[in-house]
């Protein structure tokens, strides 16, 4: 795999991310091809409105140039290329293919974790996307 080709793969997860966060925070299924979390009914609102803030600030678009634009020394020194790739993205595609009982979930969320933590570094910048998916783990019925 060619280190764009890599960049590609980077692309497509971020994207995934984000329509992912989209459809737990707007409260339906988007099309998202990844379990929609369920926020409490009391905080429902304010992660939705947190959500629409980032999105003004950091969209998409942004993010996607960033991670087209990242070195490939910095993909390297991440591990966000190769065959180290393709394992971590095979991890998060295997987990939701087990389907949505609230372990998989957790691990799930764990795997996208441990991915994003190295894109983020990678780009130095989108903290805010991974303390939103964080949020989400923490605000589910029965965990507030």
Same mark, same amino acid.
């Given at each position: 795999? /060619?280190?764009? *080709?890599d960049?590609d793969? !980077?692309?497509?997860f971020?994207?995934?991310?984000y329509d $992912?966060? #989209?459809a737990?925070?707007? =409260?339906f299924?988007?099309?998202?091809? $990844? +379990?929609?979390f369920?926020?409490? +009914?009391d &905080?429902?609102?304010?992660g939705a409105?947190? $959500? #629409?803030?980032?999105?003004?600030? &950091?969209?998409?678009p942004e993010? &996607?140039?960033?991670?087209h634009?990242v070195?490939?020394?910095? @993909?390297? *020194?991440?591990? @966000?290329? =190769?065959?180290?790739l393709?394992y971590? !993205?095979s991890?998060i #595609?295997?987990l939701?293919? !087990?389907?949505?009982? /609230?372990d998989i979930v957790l691990k799930?969320?764990d795997?996208?974790?441990?991915l994003l933590?190295?894109?983020i570094?990678? &780009? =130095?910048?989108? *903290?805010a996307l991974?303390?939103l998916?964080?949020?989400?783990?923490?605000?589910? +019925?029965?965990t507030?």
């Amino acid at each position: 795999m /060619s280190i764009a *080709a890599d960049r590609d793969h !980077l692309e497509t997860f971020i994207t995934k991310v984000y329509d $992912w966060l #989209e459809a737990c925070y707007a =409260g339906f299924d988007n099309g998202s091809q $990844w +379990p929609v979390f369920q926020i409490h +009914p009391d &905080l429902r609102r304010f992660g939705a409105e947190a $959500w #629409e803030e980032f999105k003004s600030d &950091l969209g998409l678009p942004e993010i &996607l140039r960033l991670v087209h634009g990242v070195s490939e020394h910095e @993909l390297k *020194a991440h591990g @966000l290329y =190769g065959n180290q790739l393709r394992y971590k !993205l095979s991890v998060i #595609e295997h987990l939701v293919s !087990l389907g949505s009982a /609230s372990d998989i979930v957790l691990k799930f969320i764990d795997a996208i974790d441990v991915l994003l933590d190295s894109v983020i570094s990678a &780009l =130095g910048r989108g *903290a805010a996307l991974k303390e939103l998916k964080d949020m989400l783990r923490v605000s589910a +019925p029965g965990t507030t």
